[in-house]
């Protein structure tokens, strides 16, 4: 196993081409492995796209859902994290946030939660799969006419807010909001 860190390990592959990572607490437990899974015929990439491809069919919103289809189409590489949460306090969460947003700022691509859904290249949420009874307000984005991401922030504990976000409507905006953009 290679080491690129204290925290981090080479599970399967080399430095350049890894296949598999795992990733460490401060006391050599195992957190999260991170699997890089290359989409060719047959492969376990091309499953796990179908099986993406199958999971979004009736979920909505609608434009959201076929923006997606057409992206998957360009999906040549597939990162997996398989975290272990019954290992984990809160300094181990901010390290898998870290390397997330390490991927995340250095790769390009779509973002697929289980029990949540898809957030597109931006961070903004855009297909909802979300658990029961989420709270709270996530960046969000729907696709107007002309192909756009409109982003704002949805309430995810307002009934209203998230049936217009899955009906692909944008909340109207107050005056403040639409003068500053914020």
Do not use: C
């Amino acid at each position: 196993m290679e080491v690129l860190s204290d925290r981090i390990k080479i599970a399967a592959g080399t430095k350049q081409l890894w296949m598999r990572i795992d990733i460490f607490n401060s006391t050599s437990t195992v957190l999260a492995t991170l699997d890089r899974d290359i989409v060719s015929h047959e492969s376990v990439g091309e499953t796990t796209l179908t099986e993406l491809r199958s999971m979004i069919w009736s979920k909505y919103p609608v434009r959201a859902r076929q923006w997606l289809q057409n992206y998957f189409n360009t999906v040549h590489i597939i990162y997996t994290f398989n975290i272990f949460p019954d290992r984990m306090n809160k300094d181990d969460w901010v390290l898998l946030g870290g390397v997330q947003n390490i991927l995340k700022n250095s790769l390009r691509g779509v973002t697929q939660v289980d029990k949540e859904g898809f957030y597109n290249e931006s961070g903004d949420y855009i297909l909802y799969q979300m658990y029961d009874n989420a709270i709270g307000s996530i960046p969000s984005a729907v696709l107007n006419d002309k192909g756009e991401w409109i982003s704002y922030s949805l309430k995810l504990d307002d009934v209203n807010a998230i049936e217009m976000f899955r009906n692909g409507i944008v909340p109207k905006q107050g005056f403040f909001k639409r003068l500053f953009r914020f």
